[in-house]
């Protein structure tokens, strides 16, 4: 069914899908956008400061920044982004006065969005149709009595957003672990969950091993499952480096992205006046969840190579001597047929092999990748056959070369490196435990979907959410709903509205807090933060702006009042001190965190510093010591007849959960979020028309369905046999059991769909 809050059917535009991507169009975009909403002052402040070596980092993406910054280095989205970080639009006492819990319930992402930053505490109390203004002091209390109350402190659960700065991170586990749980669910459990735990099991490691110097020297860059030109803009200037210096680019997604077959670089004469760059040198339309097939073949291809050339396409010294588990996976991929394989991708085999053709010319190979992988019920066999087919090559642990997931979220993978994990090993337990002088907790808690489930069935009783979207991220969004709504509290640490703050428990809090672009004054004087990359990259973020209220509070303050209360005056963290001092949360990280050795001096150096990959040392530390190749079986998404297979995406006006207008130009759609783009071909065998009106009905193997109502189905290049829709609106499609086998992520990207022509129009 459909949601009461999305947006109805808008006068729909269709024009054109682009074929390049940025260019002046984008700079234009982007500064109706940031003046529109924060006015020529703000946005100047913000946007010179962006991405700057002492400046604001951009919430946007974890897109690394170069060696050598442009005074205006960011993208289009980036822009529009701390824009709407930094609006004067305000949403007061008077606001939640006006409108209800309920009549908030019924607006859209988008108008939720565009009302403002928050100015003061709001608390919903039991029974209440309101939200009203609360203390500070009152609401810290609030939750203590809730959190103390409670018969378990498993029944309390705290999720974060990648937003989050490693500080408020580092924190909020210690916290949480002090209180004596390791319910800590955060967006990773939703995108790259798969690829941790496919990295972890074949190469030892849960992040990408490559830095933006590896790209730019790549012979080879493989872009598979990913969409850039809207998702990580930058990433084009890098991809643009890599072509100048003679490397080649080759794109695998189901539809044709615009900003995967040419850039036009606003920050020069040729992406101004001339015709851009051409970024994929071969384009592989394949089917939702047709990659593990794909690099299946293409490891097959690799070893049959080398049977007719031995010594001249495997890497065998590099096999030999840091690998493990080469025979068993040589001879499972000998079994594989094309015909399973043309099945699954839809790709023709001269295709197939033109690829491998690149990947045996070419000595340093990049794979890079996204949600398009990780989303599918065998997203971690999927990067598993990846690691396997860099191995074959040698691709691993050598400049220009390397795994490549990359993030959404400006801080997710440093969320992580700080203990944001329901399933921290316990080394990292150990030096916690030793450092702050308590015994946390070993057993694991829950994670994203295992915090749905445990709110349903009354076990979690207390939901945190600092920043983020929880309610509209997650999958099943009824199901979601309805367990958001038996929790006794719900809190919410948020710089704007969303609609977490419309479906809540029993009592609802809303905690301001500052904003990326604001100004962080703290007792010891001003503060700033720390974030990670996507490439290990650490650096600092500091705010420009004056705070958007007098009232608000810093995440790194709330959690230490937080933590002041609830374990109280016998703790033995310093929280107080914390709360004043920043460099201080920065010396204990530097104690328990490897990599983070001496963090304040090595922090405080323009740019930052790396974290070291072990496996660029060639050390790899799985169980064996080595590098271990994993046989996968074959798994493919097959839609019986009159079905598609259905992937949920983001706009190019919207920022994960929110979109900033109706519009994705690049895809040619204007005005309208509630449309389903399709191969033309396929709507012809379904006897459907382009605009038909249609409900999408996913159907799952247990027999139940599920139904999002109202969509315009368009004709589109999309691949045969799929379908591709905009998310939140889609999440309701996909059953919250539904998730990849080993990381428990939600199958977003693997739908089996049909479509049902509604006659109501």
């Given amino acids: 069914m459909r949601a009461a809050n999305e947006d109805p059917q808008d006068e729909l535009k269709v024009t054109k899908p682009k074929d390049w991507a940025a260019g002046v169009p984008a700079v234009a975009?982007?500064?109706?956008?940031?003046?529109?909403?924060?006015?020529?002052?703000?946005?100047?402040?913000?946007?010179?400061?962006?991405?700057?070596?002492?400046?604001?980092?951009?919430?946007?993406?974890?897109w690394p920044d170069p060696k050598h910054r442009h005074t205006n280095e960011y993208c289009e989205n980036g822009a529009k982004h701390v824009a709407d970080d930094a609006t004067t639009k305000r949403v007061t006492r008077e606001f939640f006065a006006e409108h209800s819990v309920a009549d908030l319930d019924q607006a859209s992402d988008m108008w939720l969005n565009h009302q403002g930053r928050l100015t003061e505490?709001?608390?919903?109390?039991?029974?209440?149709?309101?939200?009203?203004p609360i203390g500070w002091d009152e609401a810290i209390g609030m939750i203590a009595d809730e959190l103390t109350g409670l018969a378990s402190p498993d029944e309390a659960m705290f999720y974060t957003s990648g937003r989050l700065n490693n500080e408020a991170a580092f924190l909020l586990q210690l916290f949480a672990r002090s209180f004596g749980t390791n319910n800590l669910p955060d967006c990773s459990n939703m995108c790259h969950e798969s690829s941790g735990s496919g990295l972890g099991e074949t190469l030892g490691i849960g992040k990408g091993s490559v830095s933006l110097d590896d790209i730019h020297s790549a012979d080879l860059v493989l872009v598979v499952g990913q969409n850039p030109g809207t998702n990580h803009p930058r990433m084009l200037t890098a991809l643009e480096e890599t072509k100048r210096n003679g490397g080649k680019v080759v794109a695998v997604n189901p539809l044709p992205e615009a900003g995967l077959k040419r850039f036009k670089n606003p920050q020069t004469p040729r992406g101004v006046v001339g015709r851009g760059t051409v970024i994929a040198d071969q384009f592989l339309k394949i089917r939702p969840g047709g990659d593990l097939a794909l690099f299946q073949m293409l490891n097959k291809l690799l070893?049959?190579?080398?049977?007719?050339a031995?010594?001249?396409?495997?890497?065998?010294?590099?096999?030999?001597?840091?690998?493990?588990?080469?025979?068993?996976?040589e001879a499972h991929t000998r079994t594989l047929t094309w015909e399973h394989v043309l099945a699954a991708t839809g790709l023709s085999r001269s295709e197939i092999e033109e690829l491998a053709r690149r990947v045996m010319d070419s000595e340093r190979i990049i794979v890079c990748w996204a949600m398009g992988l990780t989303q599918h019920r065998h997203g971690v066999?999927?990067?598993?056959?990846?690691?396997?087919?860099?191995?074959?090559?040698?691709?691993?642990?050598?400049?220009?070369?390397?795994?490549?997931?990359?993030?959404g979220h400006s801080n997710v993978q440093g969320d992580r490196t700080m203990g944001i994990w329901e399933r921290m090993p316990d080394a990292f337990l150990d030096r916690l435990g030793a450092e702050f002088g308590f015994d946390p907790p070993r057993e694991h808690g829950v994670d994203s979907v295992a915090g749905v489930r445990a709110m349903r069935d009354g076990k979690a009783k207390v939901f945190v959410g600092v920043a983020g979207n929880f309610v509209r991220a997650m999958s099943d969004s009824l199901v979601t709903e309805a367990a958001m709504r038996r929790c006794s509290l719900t809190v919410q640490i948020s710089t704007k509205l969303n609609r977490s703050h419309t479906v809540v428990g029993e009592t609802a809090l809303i905690l301001p807090t500052l904003g990326r672009s604001d100004r962080d004054v703290q007792a010891s004087g001003e503060q700033f933060v720390t974030v990670e990359d996507s490439m290990s990259e650490v650096h600092q973020s500091r705010g420009r702006l004056d705070p958007a209220s007098p009232h608000l509070l810093s995440e790194v303050a709330i959690i230490c009042r937080l933590a002041r209360q609830v374990l109280g005056a016998g703790n033995p963290v310093p929280w107080e001190d914390f709360e004043a001092d920043y460099a201080l949360v920065r010396d204990r990280i530097a104690r328990v965190v490897p990599g983070f050795e001496d963090f304040n001096a090595r922090v405080a150096v323009p740019g930052g510093f790396r974290l070291p990959s072990p496996v660029n040392s060639m050390v790899f530390p799985t169980p064996s010591g080595k590098a271990t190749f994993v046989p996968n079986d074959l798994d493919m998404l097959a839609a019986p007849p009159g079905h598609l297979v259905l992937q949920s995406l983001r706009s190019h006006d919207q920022w994960n959960t929110i979109p900033y207008a109706p519009n994705?130009?690049?895809?040619?759609?204007?005005?309208?979020?509630?449309?389903?783009?399709?191969?033309?071909?396929?709507?012809t065998d379904l006897g459907l028309a382009d605009r038909q009106l249609v409900d999408i009905v996913s159907v799952w193997t247990d027999g139940s369905e599920r139904r999002a109502e109202g969509f315009r189905a368009v004709a589109y290049p999309a691949a045969r046999g799929s379908a591709a829709s905009y998310y939140p609106e889609t999440n309701v499609l996909v059953p919250l059991d539904s998730v990849a086998a080993l990381s428990n992520t939600p199958t977003s990207k693997g739908v089996i769909v049909r479509l049902e022509r509604r006659w109501d129009e």
């Fill in 29 to 62: 975009h982007a500064m109706e956008y940031a003046l529109a909403q924060a006015g020529p002052r703000r946005t100047a402040l913000t946007l010179l400061n962006l991405n700057q070596a002492e400046g604001i980092d951009c919430p946007g993406c974890a």
């Fill in 121 to 132: 505490p709001m608390v919903k109390r039991p029974g209440a149709t309101h939200y009203e």
């Fill in 303 to 308: 070893i049959e190579a080398e049977d007719a």
């Fill in 310 to 329: 031995p010594g001249t396409v495997l890497d065998r010294a590099f096999i030999a001597d840091h690998t493990t588990g080469y025979d068993a996976f």
């Fill in 381 to 407: 066999p999927t990067i598993r056959e990846i690691a396997s087919f860099l191995m074959l090559r040698g691709s691993i642990g050598k400049p220009g070369a390397g795994v490549c997931p990359v993030r």
């Fill in 664 to 683: 994705d130009r690049y895809r040619g759609i204007h005005d309208a979020r509630r449309v389903v783009l399709v191969n033309p071909d396929d709507l």
